[in-house]
């Protein structure tokens, strides 16, 4: 099974945890799921995320003294195998696990996910339970050193037959319920342990070996970030996805941030393997936080950020509470032209970035036309003003690429304002507001 086949363009969708952290629940979920197939899908948005500690009876319930409750009660079967809490997805109850929530979402079209810790949960160690498919028991498998410094649920496991085991069975579980994405956590990068000890490493393989044998298409999502620009090759090999950055949130410096981490990642974005911005932390967002918010980015900020995601061919994961959503959101959510950007047969790439700016472009693969004529070559030119004021922005033609510096003049098209102009003495010069783009479809000029 070749994974690069899970998804032949960046994965497209909506993920839980930005507006209800660790509360959503299965009328939630759903009512999102009809959202999306609305008035989502038929701009390639296809998955549906249930993120984090859906297992959990209590989550939330001291959500101002625990994110994350230890030793809470949580759901899990007699394989020490977490499963959804039925209070909280009562569809699951009777040993059904996900399986009648994917059912419904695939029943409209769309692709269903879930979030996990990597390892094995403590209270599964702690009860000796055994592991399908070993003699091996969870105390046995689980390796009680290697544990994540931010949520208490689980113990990672040991690189071995009855640890490979436990992994098995778990991708077995979640293939029969129908999971078509897993985004695991604590595996990506370690706070705990930034060295070469860290057992996230192996357990990325075994997650992978796992997803092998199961039988199904699953998408496998790394977090939380920054990774390692020295293991590109490894999360390359093994994994879908892979955040390049710590949780992002609507913060004008992380936004900004995010220039220079796309910058190093850039030349690992490949067919199925996509270094990931993170969320898309848009509209409503916060409730599960005690915090219900619009977002803090400014219209242009939110502009800026869907377009770096897209130049750069980003995963785009949506936080926001779908239904209800205001017009200027989902404006940015179905443009066409800014999301073809994200195609396969597109690549993106930083051409300068100062102090003051940034240049990206987006471009064909194939460059050159069979003909050998480039007259209907095209790509798409982003300048994005960092300043805290509005400024002029340029770039030659020539800079933008030697093939490209043969033009003379070329025709421009503003994929958010929709507005046509063009090249000025072989130049793109534009004032762009503080913290804005302006994108263009580039086009030479006869």
């Known amino acids: 099974m070749n994974k690069n086949s899970f998804a032949k363009t960046p994965p497209m969708g909506w993920n839980s945890f930005d507006y209800y952290d660790t509360t959503v629940t299965e009328e939630q979920v759903k009512e999102h799921a009809d959202y999306m197939a609305a008035f989502l899908k038929e701009y390639g948005w296809e998955y549906v995320v249930v993120d984090i500690q859906w297992y959990s009876n209590d989550a939330g319930s001291k959500r101002d003294q625990h994110q994350y409750i230890p030793f809470d009660d949580v759901e899990m079967d007699k394989w020490g195998r977490l499963i959804p809490s039925p209070a909280r997805f009562p569809s699951s109850a009777g040993g059904k696990g996900f399986k009648p929530l994917a059912d419904y ?10 979030h996990i810790m990597r390892g094995i949960p403590r209270k599964a160690a702690e009860m000796r339970l055994p592991v399908l498919g070993t003699e091996d028991k969870a105390d046995v498998v689980a390796d009680p050193y290697s544990i994540c410094i931010w949520n208490p649920d689980m113990y990672g496991l040991r690189h071995t037959a009855g640890g490979q085991a436990y992994y098995d069975s778990l991708l077995s579980l ?16 370690s706070r705990l342990y930034p060295g070469s000890s860290f057992s996230g490493w192996e357990e990325t393989r075994m997650i992978h070996r796992a997803i092998e044998k199961c039988g199904r298409s699953i998408v496998l999502s790394l977090s939380p970030g920054p990774a390692h620009i020295d293991r590109a090759w490894e999360y390359g090999r093994y994994a879908n996805m892979w955040r390049i950055t710590d949780d992002f949130w609507d913060d004008w410096k992380l936004l900004k941030g995010m220039f220079d981490r796309c910058e190093m990642w850039q030349d690992h974005v490949k067919t199925g ?5 993170d969320m898309l932390p848009l509209g409503k967002v916060g409730k599960g936080f005690q915090a219900e918010r619009m977002t803090n980015f400014t219209k242009e900020e939110q502009k800026t950020m869907m377009t770096l995601w897209c130049m750069f061919r980003s995963p785009l994961m949506v936080g926001a509470k779908l239904p209800g959503l205001d017009d200027w959101t989902l404006s940015l959510l179905t443009n066409k032209e800014i999301l073809s950007l994200l195609g396969k047969e597109r690549r993106g790439g930083q051409v300068m970035k100062t102090e003051h700016m940034a240049v990206w472009k987006n471009e064909f693969v194939q460059k050159i036309q069979k003909d050998g004529n480039d007259d209907d070559k095209e790509m798409a030119a982003a300048l994005f003003n960092l300043d805290d ?3 002029e922005l340029a770039i030659s033609l020539h800079e933008l690429g030697e093939e490209y510096g043969t033009w003379k003049e070329a025709s421009l098209y503003e994929l958010w304002d929709k507005d046509n102009c063009s090249t000025e003495d072989g130049k793109i010069r534009v004032k762009v507001p503080a913290h804005g783009v302006k994108v263009y479809k580039v086009k030479k000029l006869l």
């Open 105 to 114: 979402v695939h029943s409209l079209g769309l692709k269903f996910g879930i």
């Open 174 to 189: 979640y293939a029969g319920w129908g999971v078509d994405y897993i985004k695991c956590d604590d595996i990506c990068d």
């Open 273 to 277: 393997c996509y270094p990931d911005c």
């Open 389 to 391: 004021t509005e400024r």
